[in-house]
């Protein structure tokens, strides 16, 4: 089974149990199912306040923490990426179909964007996350020349220090901070943080 989004609702959350128990395979389709996504960023500030914004009257919303799915249910195989991307999909689907799980490439979008021929944003003193974000996404971002923010996620060997280290010429921490609060990977940068600090 294929979910996208977040669980937002106890009702929600019955749900994703209900259909991890009766599925052999069960697929994260995208960055809010798989890191939180856009909908994370309140997570992050005070969320009365953020969901104010949305609703005029608050009384009566379930206004839980957002989290990945895999805080509910074993995830098998994600498919990165905001949006994911059409080819990946077309290529890993029918594997999942046959209980097979496919192995992404450890690539950092900075692959991609050589294949392109970018020039690097980070040579023009503008933030990119690309070194340590999993390429798939053919460098749309940075092809636009705008830095990559992560959608994709961390790749298994990303270099998190370094990258921070590197940015850190060009970025204050808490520009870091926000950039990697939009698609939901500031969870992800911590946890590997303090794995990198044992």
Known sequence: VFVEGNPMTDENEKTLLEVRRRSKL????????????VPEIKNYHEGK?????????I??????EVKEIDNFVKVDF???????????????APLLLAGKIPNIPDNPVC???????????LLDKKPCFGPMILGGCDAVCPSAR????G????????????MRMALKQFMTDEEFENVTEIYGLRDDIEDRERQDKK
């Open 78 to 92: 994600v498919f990165p990426g905001c949006p994911i991307t059409a080819e990946e999909f077309l290529n890993y």
């Open 49 to 57: 306040s953020t969901i104010k914004h949305v609703y005029k009257y």
């Open 26 to 37: 069960l697929v994260a389709l995208g960055n809010c199912a798989a890191m939180g996504g």
């Open 151 to 162: 959608c994709r996620g961390l790749r298994p060997t990303g270099n998190v220090k370094a």
């Open 111 to 121: 692959v991609e964007c050589k294949k392109k021929g970018n020039r690097c944003l």
């Open 146 to 149: 705008m830095g990559c923010q």
């Open 59 to 64: 009384q009566g919303i379930d206004n839980k």
